[in-house]
């Protein structure tokens, strides 16, 4: 089995340095980029199927088409690569990021060729510190061997690359609250359109792309399309970091087949439920994404395979629930995150989410009621898609609504016994 | 004022970007880098710096949760508070780590040592349960490695005179 | 225009605007937060919900928010589908959570927009359990009051006060849902548009701090449509009054003037009607040597009757900031001849001068809302911050028109405010401010260019001269200011609607004629140009139409000998030189004065005569631009209640306050037995039309006194008023008469025609379901357009497009600085400048104290640092004329003995070396007050 993204790491060992990364192969994707002309990088990503693992799976290549190209097209143009990396459960950037920098600098500069940006920026969450200090060694050594800078490796073009630390807010990974960031602005999200490709960082066409689908682009340039498309077992492309946490006997995280079954991540690789532990759920990509069960484990983790068992894949970093884990504090957990992260900007998020938490914490506590259900299922229709500013809110409802669904019981009798089955007192 | 530190990190930074406004974020997290947390005199500080005016430093300042408007003591220990951490036992350490420091999250220990903060997942769900101690990972937490933990930075401060982990 | 089908129904809207707006304009009933017309749309909020739907065939549809999504021909909607009203009731009880439904208590209560959408959306009870999240309040100066316990987080406060306002000491602080509107701590707003949060903020959060402490609900106030007195501006207002006290101002919209906004001494400034200061009762002596004392009318009347009866000579006296009737009774009095104006030679000249050009010239003078429009502006020497205030809001506006251009070629629709703003960045169109000092509009400008006036005339006519090389060449220039006329000529010519704002506040007519002379050449060369001037005060160019001499010229005929001398809402101290001042009042033997406050001239006077203010009497005053507006009376100065135990109907007994030409007409009767005088405003006005021709478009400024709408009067009093009939219920049980209204279609009533009148007789913006001043949406046909039936006033200057107009050929020599003298600039100061607001407690706390600014390199070189005392000594009056002529030498032959002054300085860093500022009109300026400057004097450290 290939592992492109991951077979320069080991947990714990320094990453490659760039001479460590180039006898692995590396740079020589961008070679074979500079020598084709930025059309012809678009169309062997978009031959790819690579669509983005930032959360939404949105095809990259048809991300990259609405940047506006040509001598008249509006200077600078900027490329972000999304590392902020803030979803509860998530943690599959961060390998890429500590494991193998060179690999996101390759990718983003083949990316930024594709588009022509003048300027790429990595915008990391402030908790990664490692990162941070790998990411900032690794971008001085590409400068220095001409990978970045004027005329990369001879060629006509030229890239700055800069990292910028983030002051720590989870709506910062929304790509247009990122830009607000970027620009020393609050993280509020702006509406679309116009698309950050027109206008984004400080008006100019931008594109931003999560960490882990700018890995892939030097092997795809690398590779080739086909090759790429052969990892999968799936009509997506590649492969895909796949995690697991919660009480399962192995947590951790591993390249595998886009497409992978639920139960194989779960059974082979995280090894099964600790021992005295039954499953009950998870959420298969993040704390955004929407509970699965046990009749869903056969379902292959990939974009559109997700969306039959009402779920989205993600990150592709799962959190799973045992039985001896209440739900309701799970929930309630999962909506106080929300709740404290919401910018702020529109109102049925800062003000729903908060009165969803309340409503958890008064049923954990014991001080539930019966219109509490009704109330919560009309919170989670009401936060849908389209009726707020951004994802954040819609992401928040996934997990309660599916929680609702499937673990109904668990909120009834919080009710019916005026206190938490799972607590202790 | 700035110190000549400072002002040289922030100009150094400000390179990076196309204007003034955009590199303010950056300049508040190395004030707070020297100072410890920014203080009223921080914000000033960074304003007249960057040309901008108190409220619109404030408005920035209070929305990130990584800078600290409030004195915080010399070592900021952030409990991981999200999903996976809590399924793993968060709250356990919680109460542990409150015990053991005699202060509850949100405050600082009377002798300036500790502040202990919640903090939304810290991205290393597979090692719940987490924190952050300055810069530093803790990962696969229980009360004993806890303990393990805050003795040696107790120990560190008493051999290096302070110094410690600015790794 | 689009078709667009709502709920089924075909209805046409205007392709490509905002749905929200076309659904207002359309009548229906859709609730909003963060929407405002002039602030466009940004989806916050989430109330304006709707559903939109594929085609016809779609019957699920998706909730789209109407105000960030375009109309386009076809698209269908619903307004009443069950989803989407789910959805919009939810925002309100969402917005309800955290709300402390303190209504009662509220000074936003009763005309509160949160408050109408609750309603409306039919939120009615509360299923929230928890605690409500709290706020600490900052105290933010005399003006506004923060209350933030209320908020709702639409983010209006911010996005005018910084984004449309350009204030930037208030923002958004915290997040999720504790977002926290204030400054970074407790302290003044630094923003001048800081009172239009008041109106903005659609709840309580921020509310009119001076109304507090005289409190009235909005339905219990009586209102009338009246026009700002504090500048030259004309912006429209609606005063509100309750027991004979004016209580505040709100904005009355005029879409071609104020728009949605006000400055804060235009809604501040009005507490001056209330001041301890204010003349409410005759006084009258019949000896100088005696101090004046309270006399009835009657006994007033019959003295000037009897003083007038033989064969006394007389002479008027008139004021800019007394109406056009004020004015042209007293003119009436006195005969034209006369007549004088009440204002110095110099600033006579400058008026004129303003005038000539305007009424001459190819260039249009531009409304407010034009000024909005230009896309390529030079300000020469006009601090308009400070001394027309409003404009220089319209001014951030119009540097938006070329960056704007970046967003419309991204099919950016222009009320997608943020993505304009994303787009634009830091943009800013040309924009051009050539003064004597710094200003609050700098951090907007392309260029500053600083210099005494002689330095600013001479810019401006080297840009002429770039423009068009018939236009007078400027010898001895700079390089740099050469090259800086040529850029700036080239920026106005490439704009497609070019402005020049200019003024009298540098007080040299060399500056007013360089910007004509810009307007002139850009006209010349086949551009649309358009010339703005800023003039001091609510009626300058109205007085200047009537005519009449100077201050010089009337002391020149009293010394001819005249033996009354009659003076007009004018403090003349204020006006001219004291000693010149002194020896006019001396040469009268009686002096009348007839004025609404006390000042230094009063005191001097033998009768005063209390006067009515803009609240309590009608008029037409004339704007900078040339529109005549006409003010309603607000409220009838009372006097005493008679009160009458048998029984009969009590009636308030009118106090002895009345309009100025009321006074001119006793005055005329009793004094000339004139009984067929005129009997009410129309007639004045009319008589006024019929005597200046020019003047004959007053007429149609607002419908006549016998206007009637259904037969009936319009209503003062909304049909809520309460308390009528108790309100003397100390004095008397039963319900007082109410006054009647002779002057005008109003009526001091809330009965009367309850629909729309016409727009210049609107008293207040209210409508079914919406008690806000946001029901103004229902008084434009479109949305954020003008008011239906037009926006009131009537423009008396017509440009003549396509004119020749010959430059001004007057080149003054380069500033030159004096050894051991110091030139003295005028600076203007929008709270203290300005005579009547700064008896307002509110602006007085604003206002600066007296002072002298240097610039630091000067000062040092005196060995002056900041806060040191001054002392100041001007030299002689004879020659200090800015424009190089020597004053009117026969009034002024005696020679001024020169006067010192001490001060406190300043630094102000922009005055350029060998010149000095002081600023104009503040209070114990003494007798400063009425130099005229520029002038030269010496310093000395004390
Ligand atoms: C609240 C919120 C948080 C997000 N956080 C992240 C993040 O941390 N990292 C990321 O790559 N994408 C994040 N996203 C998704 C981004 O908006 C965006 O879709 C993504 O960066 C695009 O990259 P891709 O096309 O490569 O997937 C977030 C979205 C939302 C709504
Ligand atoms: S859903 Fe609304 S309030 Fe929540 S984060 Fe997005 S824009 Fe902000
Ligand atoms: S008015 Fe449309 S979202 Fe606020």
Known sequence: METPLTHNISPGREPPDLAQYEKAGGYAGLRKALGMSPAEVQAAVKESNLRGRGGAGFPTAQKWSFVPMGDDAPRPKYLVCNADEMEPGTFKDRMLLEGDPHQLIEGIIISAYAIQADVAYVFLRWAYKLAARRMEGAIAEACRHGYLGKNILGSAYSLEMHLHVSAGRYMCGEETALLNALEGKRANPRAKPPYPQVSGLWGKPTIVNNVETLCNIPHILNQGAEWFKSLSRSDDGGTKLYGVSGRVKNPGIWELPMGTSIREILEEHARGMCDGYQFRGLLPGGASTDFVTAEHLDLAMDFDSMKKADSRLGTGTMIVLDDKTCPVGMLLNLEHFFAQESCGWCTPCWSGLSWIEQILQDMEEGRGRASDLELLESHTRLLGPGHTFCALAPGAAEPLQSGLKYFRDDFERHIHEKRCPWSQT | ?167 | MATIHIDNRPYPAKDGENLLQECLSLGFNLPYFCWHPALGSVGACRQCAIKQFKNEEDKRGKIVMACMTAAKDGIRISIDDPEAKEFRTSVAEWLMVNHPHDCPVCDEGGECHLQDMTVMNGHVYRRYHGRKRTFHNQDLGPLVNHEMNRCIQCYRCTRFYRDYAGGRDLDALMLRNQVYFGRHQDGVLESEFSGNLVEVCPTGVFTDKTLKRHYTRKWDLQTAPSVCVHCGLGCNTIPGERYGVLRRIRNRFNGAVNGYFLCDRGRYGYEFVNSERRTRQPLLRKNRTEPLQLASKRDALQHLGEMLSGRARVIGIGSPRASLEANFALRTLVGRDRFYLGISERDSRLLASVLDILKKGPARTPSLHEVELADAVLVLGEDVANTAPRLGLALRQSVRRQPEKIAKKMDIPLWDDHAVRAAMQEEHGPLFIATMANTRLDDIATRTFRGPPAELARLGLAIAHALDPIAPQVPDLSDTTQALASAIAEKLMAAERPLVISGMGCGDNAVVEAAANVTWALCNMGRAAELCYVVPECNSLGAMLLGGGSLETALEAMNDAADILIILENDLYRRGDAAMVDRLLAAARHIVIIDHIEHATSAKADVVLPAATFAEADGTLVNNEGRAQRFFQVFVPKGEIEGDIKGDTPRDIPGDIQESWRWMRDIMVAGRGDERQWSSLDDVTAACAAAIPFLEPILRAAPPAAFRMDGQKIPRESHRYSGRTAMHANVNIHEPEQPHDPDTALAFSMEGYLGHPPPSLISRFWAPGWNSIQALNKFQDEVGGQLSGGDPGERLIQATPGKKAAYFENIPPGFEPRPGEWLLLPLHHIFGSEELSILAPGIAELSAQPYLALNPEDASNLGLTAGDEVQLRLRAQTDVTADGSAADGSANAATTPAEIFRLTLRFKPGLLHGTAGLPVGLTGMGNLAGVALPAWGELKKV
């Open chain 2, 1 to 167: 004022m700035l110190s000549e530190q400072e002002r040289r990190e922030i100009e150094a930074h400000a390179r990076h970007y196309p204007n003034n406004r955009a590199v303010c974020i950056e300049a508040l997290k190395i004030v707070q880098q020297h100072r410890g947390w920014v203080s009223n005199e921080g914000i000033a500080d960074v304003a007249e710096a960057l040309q901008m005016k108190p409220a619109e430093l404030e408005s920035v300042a209070t929305f990130y949760n990584m800078i600290f408007r409030k004195q915080v003591g010399k070592h900021v220990i952030l409990l991981c508070d999200s999903v996976s951490c809590w399924i793993m036992g968060y709250e356990r350490l919680r109460e542990h780590l409150g015990d053991r420091l005699g202060i509850r999250p949100g405050q600082t220990t009377a002798d300036g040592r500790f502040t202990l903060l919640p903090n939304v997942c810290l991205g290393a769900c597979d090692h719940a349960p987490v924190m952050m101690v300055d810069d530093m990972h803790y990962q696969d937490l229980d009360p004993p490695r806890i303990d393990e933990i805050l003795a040696s930075y107790r120990q560190e401060e008493k051999s290096s005179d302070g110094n410690a982990a600015d790794s």
